[in-house]
């Protein structure tokens, strides 16, 4: 009785579900590198490079513990370049009599493994994913009939039930669940941010990186910055470095933005989670740990660990609570097609054009980065979301459709019609220049909503509130800015939303903006020697 249990490459976990029970006397396990899922869509080449290098370590491990690993190399010959093909293979060459796997993270590969059991003619196991805390079934019942579900409350009953951060059953430590509102500071004049640590590629790595540039030379992004962890122990390392270093000034800082420096305060422990390189039990724990010994702050902590324990879980709970018809919604019809600079970074727009390259060289931005920039920018100009949300899948090292997919189409492009966000998170460019210091050296003047100068942010958030004026009238957390907007002078108005079709009319012909050229340098990011970390230096 052969068990062929599935690993997936999101799936590199010593306590994966699919593995519980292995006998390594009977039983294989199959990890498949195939080029399906490199090309779904064109993957960033460091989010390739990092999976299969996970991927190919974690195997390592497996046989070193004596499991059989039948492994399919992505340039292997005979690779049939589907999951399903290589289940089937392996199958055959152990004489499978059953094929175990783990929930994946996406609904189409959930609708492919479903397939596997008529396709190959043996029964499938799919079991849990017990890496998450909250299973679909638990976040089902608890949306139950409610008319909005909102991650307030989810996370509260989240922290009951795990204890984190708990004093009592219904005492949160502090006296308060939540911290945010004092998680809203820039980042000081003068401040340098602690370098991460970030780890040099290893043989295996860079026979992988070697492999990407060679197979996929067209995909977006570069590899000569890539220092991601591919295994549990470098991950844990990054954990322990952010705890140490990092996360005491995380609260504080933990929405600000900063010309030259990409990571911050930030953890930087995202795509490791999401790879199944760490455990968000692993983290949080670590993060309360150090708060209760004095080592970091109650605002730093709880906003960490609602990260986690809050968002992570909760945007999981309404992706497979939705799917798969929540990815067709758009509730605000937008249709405009990307334009050109979200992937060139050519645009007059320091903002935009900062998070675009920072992008491009390290497949990382940090949330207000992706929400407040890119996201609110998607939002204005009316960009289609599935334009929007393929390119958010394309072009981040930590991008499931689980987690990306509820976080752009919900959070950012409000496609959903509300579901997650209570009201559009739009802004004008007084948010980027308060939280931020990009507006210091933009072509682009933030005070101005007309001219030649004005910030397209401006007119774009008047234009958009205007647009979906009879909309927004319905949601009674934008009264402040309809009124605003009722009272303006009809003039003004009339020029920025003719200023606003101006700009989407020439980005929509390809334009980069307006034509002021824009910086073509890169972050110097290369991977820092063992045992060292490099600091990006800031863009002349």
Known sequence: MTVLRVVLGDQ???????????????????????????????????????????????????????????????????????????????????????????FPGEWRVLD???GWGAAIGLPVEIREDARFLCTPARFRAWAGDRKALRMEFFYREMRRATGL???????????????????????????????????PPDAVTREV??????????????????AWPVTAEEARAVLDDFIAHRLPRFGDHQDAMAEG??????????????????????????????????????????????????????????YWLRMPGYAATNALDARRPLPAFWWTGETSMACVAAVVRQTRDLAYAHHIQRLMVMGNFALLAGLD??????????????????????????????????????????????YIQRMSDHCRGCAHDVRQATGARACPFNHLYWD??????????????????????????????????????????????GAAGWAVP???????????????????????
């Open 112 to 114: 492919d493994m479903r």
């Open 261 to 318: 420096e990409p990571f911050l305060f930030h953890a930087l422990i995202s795509a490791a989670m999401n790879a199944g390189l760490l455990d968000p039990r692993e983290a949080c724990a670590a993060a309360e740990r150090a708060w209760r010994e004095g080592r970091a702050p109650l605002n730093a902590v709880e906003g960490f660990i609602r990260q986690i324990l809050g968002w992570r879980e909760y945007v999981r709970g309404i």
């Open 464 to 509: 958009f509130v205007a647009r979906h004026a009879e909309r927004l009238g319905r949601n009674p957390r934008m009264g402040m800015t309809l009124r605003t907007l009722a009272r303006m002078d009809p003039a003004k108005l009339a020029a920025m939303r003719a200023q606003s079709r101006a700009f989407l009319d020439a980005m929509g012909d």
């Open 209 to 226: 990186m070697d492999l990407v540039a060679r197979e996929f030379p067209g995909h977006f992004g570069s590899l000569d910055a890539f």
């Open 12 to 102: 590199c976990s010593e306590g994966l579900s699919a593995l519980d029970g292995l006998d390594p006397a009977r039983d294989a396990v199959l990890m498949a590198e195939v080029r399906a899922e490199c090309t779904y869509v064109p993957h960033h080449k460091q989010k390739i490079a990092l999976v299969l290098s996970a991927m190919r370590h974690f195997a390592g491990a497996l046989r070193a513990r004596g499991v059989r690993v039948e492994y399919s190399r992505l340039d292997d010959p005979a690779n049939t370049q589907t999951l399903a093909g290589e289940v089937a293979r392996a199958a055959a060459r152990v004489g499978a009599t059953r094929i175990c796997a783990t």
């Open 385 to 430: 979301p599935r334009e929007v949300n393929e390119w958010f899948m394309v072009v981040y090292a930590d991008a499931y459709e689980w987690v990306e997919l509820p976080n752009t189409h919900g959070m950012a492009l409000h496609a959903d019609g509300g579901v997650m966000a209570s009201k559009p998170y739009a802004a004008s460019g007084a």
């Open 165 to 199: 951060l708990m004093e009592a059953p219904d005492q949160p430590a502090g006296g308060k669940w939540n911290f945010d509102h004092d998680n809203r500071s820039p980042l000081p004049p003068g401040t340098r941010p602690p370098p991460p640590r970030r780890i």
């Open 518 to 540: 824009a910086r073509q340098d890169s972050l110097d990011l290369a991977p820092p020697p063992a045992g060292t970390a490099r600091k990006a230096r800031e863009p002349a």
